[in-house]
């Protein structure tokens, strides 16, 4: 019945018509192609061998479609990452740079494979798809970014931005295949996937509320709230300030992550104040003493996070202080500079309060973004970046230091339809 209806409504000349239409806004008006271009060093030296370098090559071809009826849409990203130098001596080798798998073999992954069903100011997305909601994030600091496969509906309700959705498995960002949540976790004798929710309200230009949760039965539960404002206090001085709270634990009889339950907690709190092109950053956590805070899901969101360490080990309390400058107020539009220095203390071996080595950390970072110039079209996706990073660990009267460098090139190429109704 609904067949022969179907069959009728085609055989008639305006329906014919608006679906012709459709398929091209589907297929090319409204459809979108993507081609990012990623080179990436990496270099960390210890005081004892091995050296952690390597260099890679890669990026992603990403292909998004229209929306047919303004109801559906479909979309896949394929990644890749190949060595351009890739050691493997006692000395140094690339396993390490999380470039790379190991032994320093590349591999392509078809990281992102969806479709999308809208309603209003509601979307729900089904299969592998990006997920940046707090402490389930991209993780996009290596060659190619975490990505996960998700049944999840985003939306707005009034003001209020939210997610809710099921987490089955994600790729780890050195890693071409999917895991199930519970062994990304570490529990390896656990099969599990996720629930996870966050909610979101205003912006950091005024007010900014975000709260987010997940679970993964018989593994992990993490709970994570934030609050953010600005306050203009002249024309050219304003004051940023900020604050976090999160809370996590084992969860389920089994406990097949720790073997039994455990919990911790962490708290932050961040003030950037800005003058015309300097700008000041002060922060502090502290992560509670029954364990270390775990990430395994992206990139721990700590205001203390640096280069190399998360200032996340149980009972440790961080400090920072940083300072930046854009150099557009010298004419050199694009060209931002950032340094700070973290120091973290009061780290425990949890049960046995058994003290770790007192950390300090020394970042520089320099930042290029042609799209700051007046520049041609084609050149403006080009961004370029440096990083180093110093770690002193004293422990007693000996001291472990680490030196890491990287440099980091983006270049991305998209292509839009005419976009036509």
């Known amino acids: 019945m609904a067949a022969a209806a179907l069959a009728v409504c085609l055989g008639r000349p305006a329906a014919g018509e608006s679906l012709a239409f459709e398929l091209r806004r589907f297929l090319y008006d409204e459809a979108a192609a993507t081609l990012h271009l990623r080179s990436y060093l990496f270099d960390r030296r210890r005081q004892n061998p091995p050296h952690f370098a390597s260099v890679a090559g890669g990026g992603w071809v990403g292909l998004q479609s229209g929306w047919f009826y303004d109801v559906l849409q479909v979309g896949a990203v394929g990644y890749t990452t190949q060595p351009i130098w890739a050691p493997r001596g006692p000395d140094e080798t690339s396993d390490g740079t999380r470039l790379l798998k190991l032994g320093g073999y590349g591999f392509f992954a078809l990281g992102e494979a969806y479709a999308s069903v809208r309603w209003r100011d509601q979307v729900a997305t089904v299969y592998r798809q990006r997920i940046d909601e707090l402490e389930v994030n991209p993780r996009d600091n290596r060659m190619i970014p975490n990505t996960f496969e998700a049944y999840a509906l985003r ?49 950091l230009s005024t007010l900014r509320l975000r709260a987010a949760a997940y679970v993964v039965p018989d593994v992990l539960w993490s709970s994570y709230g934030d609050a953010g404002g600005t306050i203009v206090l002249t024309d050219d001085l304003t004051l940023r300030l900020h604050g976090q709270i999160a809370v996590q634990g084992s969860t389920g009889a089994v406990n097949f992550l720790t073997g039994e339950p455990s919990s911790t907690f962490w708290v932050g709190s961040q003030a950037d104040l800005a003058w015309g092109p300097l700008s000041l950053q002060l922060a502090y956590t502290q992560v509670g003493s029954a364990a270390a805070w775990r990430s395994p899901y992206g990139v721990h969101i700590g205001y203390n996070k640096r280069q190399v360490l998360d200032f996340d080990r149980a009972g440790e309390r961080a400090w920072r202080i940083g300072a ?62 440096g990083r180093v990073a110093f770690i002193d660990r004293y422990l007693a009267q000996s001291v472990n230091s680490i030196t890491e460098y990287r440099v980091i090139l983006n270049y991305e190429l998209t292509w839009q339809g005419p976009r036509r109704r």
């Not at 400058?325 to 049960?351: C, H, N, R, W």
């Open 324 to 385: 930046g400058y854009d150099f557009a107020a010298i004419g050199l539009a694009g060209l931002t500079f950032m340094a700070s220095g973290t120091y973290g203390e009061k780290a425990v071996i949890p049960g046995t309060g058994r003290l770790l080595p007192e950390d300090w950390e020394y970042n520089l970072d320099l930042q290029f973004r042609a799209d700051r110039l007046p520049l041609p079209e084609w050149l403006q996706p080009l961004q370029l970046r």
């Open 155 to 203: 939306g707005e309700l009034g003001d209020v931005r939210y997610f809710a959705g099921y987490v089955a498995a994600m790729k780890p960002r050195d890693e071409s295949g999917f895991a199930n949540m519970a062994e990304v976790a570490g529990a390896r004798n656990g099969n599990a996937g996720m629930l996870l929710g966050s909610v979101r309200y205003g912006e």
